[in-house]
């Protein structure tokens, strides 16, 4: 699989008022982006909302047209033979959608069987492998909308891997989805999809641990921009130093964090947002990269100095979060 | 691959739709409302037939018979529109996206979209029947059994072939709803549904010609009702026949440029 300068814009059209004139604008959704995935990978499309991921998948599996550059399916253009394309790839999307909820799971599976041209002898038995390989044979016969989030979810993979793709695109595949049946699911991906049957995935997701826990390599991916393609631990290795210290602390100032940065062994300083309080006090998230862990009393230090609240430390070699931090700047 | 698909497509809308008995049920009542309103619609006028021109030849024919067909035909009309809006409701569950993600033909699937309203329409039919009949009488005047056989397949062929352009419409936009309730009530007039054709300005006769429906009314009801032979009819016959052909071929075109914009435009999973 391939995309070579791929890009995507959107039209946004706006009115001044109800009757008002439209005026149009661009949205650059996904900017020249090139990768390449070999077969039997499991690749991770990262990013945060809105940065281009979904697009990216929708364009490789014909459901969206590129307005600029090429991309490859098995060798295929993904818009002049698109219709070669649908026949090898499917796609998984996080969710509750994409299901008839009025028919009952092997009802919906049946149908998607029959319109991806399934033998007609194979359907039922490829149908019961599926259910038993994602633990939902009890609940075959059930309508879907009797299932709960999980269950639909575990339907959608069943749905995706109807028509044995070679290439199978799971988009978000654990949104909403509690940590238990994503854990499973994960670990399904991993060993059933990739391991066992040998197929070539990408999976795109904004939850740095599962791709951490999944993939092969990984692809970074703000703004529309891929700005960086690799193995996690090649990428970390490019990392300026080996350890980052995460730092929750309450009374965080501006100043406190300027002190941060003129720290000699302080290469990079980040905050993110934490929803929890201590005593009545909002508590920030520090993660500071530092040359090694003998740097941890002189940031402790400053931080007392400046009169902050140092409520716990960890200190840690590098997560799949902070290089994406690292790549695009916090 | 093809009547796969159409199969399939029949198969899913009908679990959908008959979902419970009492769907059922109400399927078999609903047409009796209908049927009531255009028998009452007549009933103080105290006639008992009403008379058609058609091709220079007047025809006497029984105005039970005469609403009783405009009825069967129109509900047959509104089920292909509503099969349209099918369409309409894969787009709001998702689904329309899954739709498109596989290699399925395109016109087999809306092809086994208004097909399943086709059948879903059997239901209504008995139910129309039944009121009517249990009702009133009608004085039928068959002396062509061919030219009526073919009358009936023609008309119901071609509203098919309208419906799956109704389906490519609602794909292609998110307003196909408003666009298919707008042709309702011109449809009624300009079809001549309730009233003879005589009865219209020519000014307007021009549109009426256009809709297959105006040619369905006129060869069902003088085959049925006015012991027409197929000579007298073949210039409807014909008419529904190229409109069948047209229709199937706008709605190739139409499902085409539907899925060009789709991906264009990124609509497929807007609602």
Known sequence: MEARHLSRDYVSTKRSHFIGKKTASIVRALDHIDFEIPEGELFGLLGPNGAGKTTTVKILCTLLEPTGGKAFVKGFNVVKDAARVRRIVNMVAGGERMLYYRLTGRENLKYFAELYDVPKKEIESR????????????RADDEVEKYSKGM????????????????????EPTLGLDVNIAKDLRKFIRE????????????????????????????????????????????????????????????????????????????????????????????????????????????????????????????????LEDLFMFYTGG | ??????????????????????????????????????????????VKSVSLEFNASWYALDLVGFTLIGQLLYTFYTMMLLSGATFEREREQGTLEALFLSPANRIAVIFGGALSSALNYVWFLFGILLSWVAFVGVKIMISDFLALF???????????????????????????????????EPMMFFSGLVFPLQAMPIA??????LIPLTFGLISMRLTLLGAASMSDIAVPLMALASMTLVFLMLAAWLIGQAERKAKAKATLAQF
């Open chain 1, 152 to 171: 639909k979810q575990r339907l959608q993979i069943c749905r995706g891997l109807i028509n044995d793709p070679e290439v199978l695109f799971l988009d």
């Open chain 1, 127 to 138: 149908v019961n492998t599926l259910f038993d390989l994602v633990g939902l044979s009890e």
């Open chain 1, 192 to 319: 059933r999809i990739v391991e066992e049957q040998g197929k070539t995935v990408l999976l795109t997701t904004h939850y740095m641990y599962e791709a951490e826990e999944l993939c092969d390599r990984v692809g970074f991916l703000n703004k529309g921009k891929l700005i960086a393609v690799g193995r996690t631990d090649e990428l970390k290795r490019k990392m300026p130093s080996g350890f980052s210290m995460e730092v929750l602390v309450t009374r965080l100032t501006d100043e406190a964090l300027e002190g941060l940065r003129r720290l000699e062994q302080v290469k990079k300083v980040l905050t993110t947002a934490y929803e929890a309080e201590v005593e009545g006090e909002k508590i920030d998230r520090l993660i500071v990269n530092i040359d090694s862990d003998r740097a941890t009393p002189e940031v402790l230090n400053c931080l007392s100095k400046m009169g902050c609240q140092v409520v716990s430390v960890n200190i840690r070699g590098p997560t």
């Open chain 2, 204 to 209: 307007l006769l021009s549109v009426s010609y």
């Open chain 2, 1 to 46: 691959m093809f009547w796969r698909v159409v199969m399939a497509e029949v198969e899913k809308n009908l679990k959908q739709f008959f979902f419970t008995a009492r769907t059922l049920f109400w399927t078999l009542m609903l047409p009796l409302g209908n049927g009531l309103y255009l028998y009452f619609l007549y009933l103080p006028f105290a």
């Open chain 2, 150 to 184: 073919a009358s009936v397949v023609l008309s119901y062929l071609s509203l098919v072939m309208l419906g799956m352009c109704f389906e490519a419409l609602f794909v292609y936009s998110r307003r196909g709803g408003m666009y298919a309730t707008m042709l309702q």
